[in-house]
């Protein structure tokens, strides 16, 4: 039974809660392989979207834990770094789709545990930065090389070199996030969901939305896109190619053109439903 990591499933999504809230969500290696053991055990064949996120209503991820990582030696720091990539990796190459719930922190490994997802959704009163530079380290999961992908390198250099967090909205202008939602309140002022609950509704909402299509031409998509950005563009393009040229293999396929071609979409998805294999 895991202590930090939540798991739940709902319908074709599964929700990942990282559940540390005293100390802000921070990736400890206890937490780190509790991570590890969740991802193992997703089912895939009844899943179609992952959604990440943390517990309480303060913090995403505040970080790795700085006070586990302060008596480090190089070897340690490096065994801890390899276990975080390793992990992080597997996020970011898993079959199907991760968006992150981002509610609060967003700090060092919290910021790079989401840019190792493929979508990121925040509440507007999120933060992300890469504070590592202030600590004495450069970042150790990550942050370097998907930062400047994902934003542009200037950005990421300016981000990382002077520490500085930056909020929701600046986060969405320079692309480090899909989508920034709010807190809802009602006429009268009251609360009917919390930053946390709402950013982690519209996360399940887009998750849903992606469940909802051909999940197998919906992991190709994210293979060619991960795989296709490591390469020159002819290469690319001939990855894009084969990923493709598999889908016509598929039952989903034939339903997915077969609702076009017969314009009889709630008849024929009842009859030949999007299938997992
Ligand atoms: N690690 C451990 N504990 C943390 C933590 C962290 N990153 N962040 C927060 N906490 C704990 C606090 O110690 C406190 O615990 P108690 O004192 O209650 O026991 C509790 O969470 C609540 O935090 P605060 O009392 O500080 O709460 P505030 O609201 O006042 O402040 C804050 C919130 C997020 C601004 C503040 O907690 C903060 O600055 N936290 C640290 C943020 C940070 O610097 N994060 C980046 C960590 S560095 C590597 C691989 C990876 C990395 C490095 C190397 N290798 C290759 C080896 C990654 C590095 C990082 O992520």
Redesign the pocket.
Known sequence: MAEFILYEQEGFVGVITINRP???N???SQVLEELDACLDAVDLSATRCLVLTGAGD??FV????????FE?TKAE??A???K??DIFRKLETFPIPVIAAVNG?A????C?IAMSCDIRICSDNAMFGQ??V??G?????GGTQRLARLVSPGMAKQLIYTARNIKAPEAYRIGLVNQVVAAEVDEAGNVVKTAQEAVVAAAKKMAAGIAAQAPIAVRNCKKAINEGLQVDMDQAIVIEEKLFGDCFETADQKAGMGNFLEKDKEKKLKVVPFQNA
């Not at 700090?107 to 919290?110: A, D, F, T």
């Not at 380290?137 to 999961?141: E, K, L, S, V």
């Open positions: 005293k100390a802000l921070a990736l400890n303060k913090s505040a970080g790795a834990d700085i006070g586990e990582m480090c720091g490096e801890f770094g390899k975080g990539n922190f700090l060092g490994g919290g790079e504070p590592e202030g600590l380290i450069t970042p150790g999961f």
